[in-house]
Antibody
């Protein structure tokens, strides 16, 4: 059974960089059948897609966040990561990592989510 | 940037049929997906590729598409179906994903 687990600081200061890691267990992140995404959800609000990374290293980002986002993958650790720079209070949210099966194109496995608060 | 539009809320009585719409200009080109989210939980897929139902999802959940609008239909709504529902799709070129704003389904 595939499991995804987010990890990283729960509190980030304004203007700093938010860094999160998603550890994948029960399957290889290197499988070409999948790609890996980050999604966030502010409290009481809707889901926002942040971006995705393919096992080739190719990425796509939400146009509204593109200038501040970097997603990378570390196949040796079976992890992928999110960096979001110059954060403000508007970036406070639950951050989810998720897997997409390329043929079916839906988010089939999600992490439990991790709350990141931006505050001084 | 591209947007998907959903009604903020839908209310139905138990046993009735709930319909949740999602509108977007690229929906004739791109498949839509529907997720159910209950408080404190990650979303769960209930419909993929407009109208396909994953294994384990009750038959009362169905999806349809017409032009720039897709619809999630829940027939014979049960109390356990009370949740937030999100549609998801891609822009016309498939470069990025988008979620609708979400619809809160209330079972009266």
């Amino acid at each position: 059974q595939v499991q995804l687990q987010e990890s990283g600081p729960g509190l980030v200061k304004p203007s700093q960089t938010l860094s999160l890691t998603c550890t994948v267990s029960g399957g290889s992140i290197s499988s070409g059948s999948y790609y890996w995404s980050w999604i966030r959800q502010p409290a009481g609000k809707g889901l926002e897609w942040i971006g995705r990374i393919y096992t080739s290293g190719s990425t796509n980002y939400n146009p509204s966040l593109k200038s501040r986002v970097t997603i990378s993958v570390d196949t040796s650790k079976n992890q992928f990561s999110l960096k979001l720079s110059s954060v403000t209070a508007a970036d406070t949210a639950v951050y989810y990592c998720a897997r997409v099966e390329q043929q079916l194109e839906y988010f089939d496995y999600w992490g439990q989510g991790t709350l990141v608060t931006v505050s001084s | 940037s591209y947007e998907l539009t959903q009604p903020p809320s839908v209310s139905v009585s138990p046993g009735q049929t709930a319909r949740i719409t999602c509108s977007g200009d690229a929906l004739p080109k791109q498949y839509a997906y529907w997720y159910q989210q209950k408080p404190g939980q990650a979303p769960v897929l209930v419909i993929y590729k407009d109208s396909e139902r994953p294994s384990g999802i009750p038959e009362r959940f169905s999806g349809s598409s017409s032009g720039t609008t897709v619809t999630l239909t829940i027939s014979g709504v049960q109390a356990e179906d009370e949740a937030d529902y999100y549609c998801q799709s891609a822009d016309s070129s498939g470069t990025y994903e988008v979620f609708g704003g979400g619809t809160k389904l209330t079972v009266l």
